[in-house]
């Protein structure tokens, strides 16, 4: 018998009510990454492009309870605390002489699955929603490729699903330099930013709902939790979220907007009554071996912090294809900066030849050795406490890799627990490899200089 599934608001559908077994190949094949060698891109792969501007005359602010049935909201309202998901980088798509489609379809499914396990387990205390931190798609964000790397693989998952995309939902590519063949974002804008709920086109047949966000960025507001989520834009190297004083050819809205939102929600922040998480696809802070952290975005996110007068409790990222965990030291505060590209796509080694951590590079030290292998975050707050565990997918469920719990009235640390002992080492689903510690001391990587303006299209 097909199992009851929610009904949000509006006739907002997410699970399937039977999903079929995970798919072993792709229902279209995927050739994407050839368009790495497309005119347009070779021309234009170090320029930001523009940012979508947001739905007329809608908020920017989304509430949870537009997207969750009434007894679920009065579940989190009545256990005094609200638990939800994050992760990026999930697009199944890495095919390569060492990894088979099934391969690269599994590791995927192995994080989506344990994740809906999760929900179906929970009972009142359930994940409430998913927080995608980006790169939902690869290689570039193609319409034709959300099946069978996000509808398929999270269609048990009976929770809503929100996103701010990463650098490939974005990327674009063209047979000409003058022009791309598809819109920026244009995909993710289908899936995630709809004008109203309904069936995705790209669904091929599965009964989530398309989300309806109100721009890239924008914020959640959920109980005990707000979650303020910054697109910070194509590049493969550091993360862009706003001109950086005309340096990049794009507006400054961005940096409006995550200023004002700190400033709306510094007095509930001050009474107690949630949580204020950051959340942007590239890491401000990061020590993997290819991409690096974000000086230009952490300035973004200092300036606005520092005009609001409000620091986040947490600063979640993807776009590094592993786990790691930072503290910082800004603001009067401890903040646990996490970064967890690991929810499927190519997971990445770290760098080598440091001493194991804990290392302390100026404001900020990596706590742990970083963690090569796919697995997603779990948050539960009730607005005095903030912990965010990192979990693996294993043949018996899961296994917890790191934890780390934050006194928000405090705005200190309390606890962070690598039950591991490190492990860095690229094994998968749950089984820990050989520790391996980065290769030289976490900084994050030089702004680039002077991308030039995309072509007008």
Not at 29 to 48: C, E, G, I, R, T
Not at 329 to 335: E, F, L, M, R, Y
Not at 430 to 457: N, S, Y
Request: one cysteine or more; hydrophobic letters at 35%.
């Amino acid at each position: 018998m097909p199992m009851k599934r929610l009904v949000g608001p509006g006739g907002r559908l997410y699970a399937d009510p039977q999903p079929t077994p995970d798919e072993t190949v792709f229902r279209t094949d995927n050739n994407s990454s050839q368009y790495y060698n497309s005119p347009y891109f070779l021309a234009n792969k170090n320029a930001v492009l523009p940012i979508p501007p947001p739905h007329a005359g809608v908020p920017l602010q989304l509430s949870l309870a537009d997207f969750i049935p009434p007894d679920v909201g009065a579940a989190i309202q009545a256990a005094g605390k609200i638990t939800f998901h994050a992760v990026g980088d999930t697009g199944a798509a890495k095919v390569s002489r060492s990894q088979s489609v099934a391969t690269a379809i599994a590791d995927e499914g192995s994080v989506a699955d344990t994740m809906a396990k999760d929900v179906d387990s929970g009972g009142a205390n359930a994940p409430a929603f998913f927080f995608h931190l980006g790169d939902v798609i690869y290689n570039f964000g193609e319409d034709k490729y959300y099946y069978d790397q996000f509808y398929e693989p999270f269609r048990a998952y009976d929770r809503p699903i929100f996103a701010v995309p990463g650098n490939h939902d974005g990327m674009v590519y063209g047979q000409n330099t003058n022009s791309p063949d598809i819109q920026s974002l244009e995909a993710f804008q289908t899936n995630f930013c709809a004008t109203k709920p309904g069936t995705s086109p790209d669904a091929g047949g599965l009964v989530r709902s398309v989300m309806t966000q109100p721009a890239v960025y924008f914020t959640l507001d959920a109980p005990f939790v707000s979650i303020i989520g910054l697109y910070s834009n194509v590049l493969e190297g550091p993360g862009v979220l706003s001109s950086q004083g005309k340096h990049f050819p794009i507006g400054d809205e961005q940096l409006a907007f995550l200023q004002s939102e700190l400033k709306r929600l510094k007095p509930q922040r001050a009474a107690g009554q949630r949580a204020v998480i950051i959340a942007l696809h590239h890491p401000p802070l990061s020590a993997d071996a290819k991409k690096g952290g974000s000086t230009g975005a952490q300035a973004d996110l200092d300036a606005a912090c520092t005009a609001a007068g409000l620091w986040p409790d947490a600063v979640l990222s993807g776009h590094a294809h592993l786990y790691q965990r930072f503290t910082r030291n800004a603001g009067g505060k401890q903040t646990p900066y996490i970064v967890s590209g690991s929810g499927g796509f190519s997971a990445t080694s770290p760098r080598t030849a440091l001493p194991p951590a804990p290392i302390t590079v100026g404001d900020h030290t990596m706590e742990i050795d970083p963690i090569v292998q796919f697995g997603y975050l779990t948050l539960t707050t009730d607005a005095k406490t903030l912990t965010i565990t990192f979990k693996t997918a294993t043949t018996k469920g899961s296994a917890v890799m790191d934890s780390v719990t934050v006194d928000l009235q405090q705005g200190k640390i309390t606890s962070g627990k690598n039950p591991v002992g490190g492990g860095g080492g690229g094994g998968k689903k749950g089984k820990p490899g050989k520790p391996k510690a980065p290769k030289k001391p976490v900084r994050p990587a030089p702004k680039p200089k002077g991308p030039k303006r995309p072509k007008k299209h």
